[in-house]
């Protein structure tokens, strides 16, 4: 009988030592909010993220990004935010096809980077999540200036000429006295407007040889350079427009906008409008981590690592 005792004891010790140590693994590291983050938790997120926690201080930096992380999830479920399949597949085919990856490059490359495809498209699926956040909380609420683009340019180009207005034009040239100019210019047009390669068509169809052999470019132009009825055709036109066919002294012109200067800043529009939507980026991401920052500060957060 005593043995029996002794048995219980030891299998009732034991039982208990497991339930401790079960406790132990998943005991509490991390308070969010209504958000719980188990040790457990913790660990298998580092490991989906290639995270050593055994380099010195490493565990309290993650620990602090899956705070921001946890709190971005949490704004974006209560604005009703959420990320598709379909749209993380198809982020996921551009990038694949940006840097030219197949199946077995792309899991080489994951593998360099001790992440796996679900770790890889977690990290996708909360980019885009955050992406949509910060437009869905800065929209409408961050303007970029004339001078600010300007100002940015000067730094990072130089100087410009103020307040001079040019456009660059390729062209398509059938001559006057071709056989049905017209109606060959008016097909080629036809053609190029409907997506057909520009620089294709000008070197296959152009009488202007010279231009020809450079896809139909022409170069830039200040106002009062080109003929009367070619500026009047391009003066509204938007980049990367094609117009025509536009008669002048030589024939009929086929004409496609490459690229225009701003009248207002006198900076290419190309360039202006890169430069707009970059200062609108570092706006919109600094309004974004001032906006996380506050809510940071008024949130529920328990580090019990």
């Known amino acids: 009988m005593k043995r029996i005792l002794i048995t219980a004891a030891t299998v009732l010790l034991i039982a208990t030592s497991m339930s401790f140590a079960r406790e132990q693994v998943d005991r509490v590291v991390l308070i969010v909010n209504e958000d719980i983050i188990t040790l457990t938790e ?34 974006a479920k209560q604005a009703g935010i959420t990320v598709s399949d379909e749209e993380l597949d198809f982020t996921l085919k ?36 955050t992406q949509k956040l910060m437009e869905s909380k800065v929209k409408n609420n961050v303007a970029v200036t004339d001078q600010e683009i ?7 180009y130089g100087d410009y000429e103020e307040g001079v207005s040019e456009v660059r034009i390729a062209h398509i040239l059938i001559l006057n006295n071709t056989t049905d100019a017209l109606q060959k210019a008016t097909k080629i047009a036809n053609e190029a407007k409907a997506g057909e390669d520009f620089p294709t ?37 938007q980049i990367n427009e094609v117009v025509g066919p536009v008669e002048s002294p030589g024939g009929y012109h086929i004409i496609k906008v490459l690229d225009k200067k701003d009248s207002k800043i006198g900076i290419p529009q190309s360039y202006s409008n890169e430069i707009r939507n970059t200062i ?3 706006k919109a991401e600094e309004m ?6 506050s809510i940071k500060e008024t949130a529920y957060i328990e580090r019990k690592l």
Not at 150 to 156: N, S
Not at 208 to 217: P, R
Not at 288 to 293: A, C, E, G, P
């Open 42 to 75: 913790f660990m298998n997120e580092a490991r989906k993220n290639g995270i050593n926690l055994e380099e010195a201080g490493i565990e309290y930096k993650f620990l602090e990004q899956i705070i921001d992380k946890t709190i971005v999830e949490q704004e």
């Open 94 to 129: 551009e990038i694949k096809d940006r840097y030219k990856l197949n199946e077995t490059e792309m899991e080489k490359a994951l593998k360099k980077q001790n992440m796996t495809e679900d770790s890889f498209r977690e990290q996708w699926r909360f980019q885009i999540l």
């Open 150 to 156: 300007k100002e940015y340019y000067q730094q990072t």
């Open 201 to 237: 068509l000008a070197k296959e169809y152009s009488q202007d040889t010279m231009s020809a052999q450079n896809g139909g470019d022409l170069g830039y132009f200040k106002k009062g350079d080109l003929v009367e009825s070619l500026e009047f055709a391009v003066q509204d036109v």
């Open 280 to 282: 609108y980026s570092k």
């Open 288 to 293: 974004l981590k001032n906006y996380l920052t």
